[in-house]
Every structure is written in C-alpha cells, then in structure tokens.
C-alpha cells in the first residue's frame, strides 16, 4: 500500500527524526512489497549490516502479512508457534478468536518477545531485527515504548543561516570538509524565506569538534552573508 500510493508512510519519517534524537545514525529506509523472497533477502542483508533493524507492517493475520516469514526464511529458521502469543490472542479476541488470528503467533524460532507497558501485544525480536505492526497508531505507541533500548551518545548540530546560494557557497563547503572531515556538513537551500538562502548545518558527536567547524566555516565567510547561526 505504501509503494502503490493508497497510503502514506508514516512510520519511516517518525523513526528518522526519533532515532535522530536518541543519537541512532539511521542508515537506510527501504521500502518493498509484499513478497516472501523481496522479504527474505532485505533482512538478511540489513540485519548483516546494521546494528539492529526495525520492520514495520505485514503482522497481521491475512495472506499479504508474510514479515515473520520472511524472516524465518532470511535466518533459515522453522516458523514455530509460540505459546504466550497465542494466549494473549485468544484473551484479546475471545469468542471470535480464528485460526488466522492464532497465525499472528508463528513466528521464526527463537525470537524473543519483548512487552511494553500498557500494550497487549508484544514487539517480536529476532536477533537483530525488530517487528512492529504496520498501523501508525500502534506503531507509535509500541515504539516510544521501547525507544530508550536503542539509545546512543547524542549528536551536537549547529546550524549557519547565510545569504549564498549553494553554488557560491560550495568552495567553502568544500574547504571546511578537509579541515574537519569527522564533521557531517548539510547545506539545504530554501525558496521561501524573507532573509536567508541556505540553511548549513554542522554535526557530530563531539561537541567540541561541531565548535571548531563553526568557527573555521565563519572565519571563511563574510560576516556580511551570515544572517544567523543556531
């Protein structure tokens, strides 16, 4: 549904700007279909990768929810049916509990669930990757649930407000670049604003080096073209 427009993604920009926050550098956002194979093979390689993964949809119970396959598949493991998950189904549905509901509980042997306050439903961990529900809601409530578990040393960002435009400004990018190359260097032009042009921003993890940049990056500059800096 995301990859066919029919519905926005949500979780993706709310995973970046938290992750952002908790001082997790996200490396990759991939977006792919509902294919066991497509599946497989993107966690594997991620998982590989990347100190940890999160998923986000195909949990449910219908013939396009095929995550906890596909991930049995990526690590080679049996789907098995775990107990403690079929119970909490059948508490949640009751009566009306099927066997595609029970299905939510076959999961790739191993795998570890980890309970947040106030959810019913557990976050399914196998190794490094971490399976969350597809719908925004609860995807939100489940992850700020267990968002300390990623925390990481923060990132320091300063921000340069400046009057040139990017193609005046690059040689100084470009400068600043070799005199701190331990320094992430954004420039992002702005159409609309009354005042400034660019908006470049300096960040590590260091707050020191994040100040040395800035002062070499306003030492190159005009103070005539710096507007602000944040």
């Known amino acids: 549904e995301i990859l066919s427009g029919k519905i926005p993604d949500l979780n993706g920009p709310l995973l970046a700007t938290d992750l952002r926050a908790l001082g997790v550098s996200l ?91 106030g959810l019913k439903f557990p976050v399914v961990k196998t190794r490094n990757v971490y399976v969350f529900p597809g719908s925004p809601e609860i995807f939100r409530k489940k992850w700020f649930g267990l968002r300390e578990r990623f925390r990481g040393p923060p990132f320091h960002i300063r921000r340069v407000f400046t009057t ?7 040689p100084a990018l470009d400068r600043l670049k070799d005199a701190a190359p331990e320094v992430d260097v954004g420039s992002y032009p702005v159409f609309d604003a009354p005042d400034f042009a660019v908006q470049v921003t300096l960040e590590a993890r260091d707050a020191a080096v994040v100040e040395r940049a800035l002062r070499i990056l306003l030492d190159d500059l005009d103070p005539g073209v710096v507007v602000r800096v944040s």
Do not use: C, N, Q
């Open 27 to 117: 490396e990759r956002l991939t977006t792919i279909p509902d294919d066991l194979d497509v599946i497989a093979a993107v966690v594997r390689e991620a998982s590989d990768r990347a100190d940890f993964v999160v998923t986000s949809g195909g949990v449910g119970p219908t013939l396009d929810d095929l995550t906890f396959e596909g991930g049995a598949r990526a690590f080679a493991l049996p789907l098995v049916r775990y107990g403690d998950l079929a119970r909490v189904i059948r508490e949640f549905f009751g009566a009306t509990t099927t066997d595609a509901h029970l299905s939510m509980s076959d999961l790739p042997e191993g795998s570890e669930l980890i309970y947040s306050d």
């Open 164 to 170: 040139l435009e990017e193609g005046v400004l690059a």
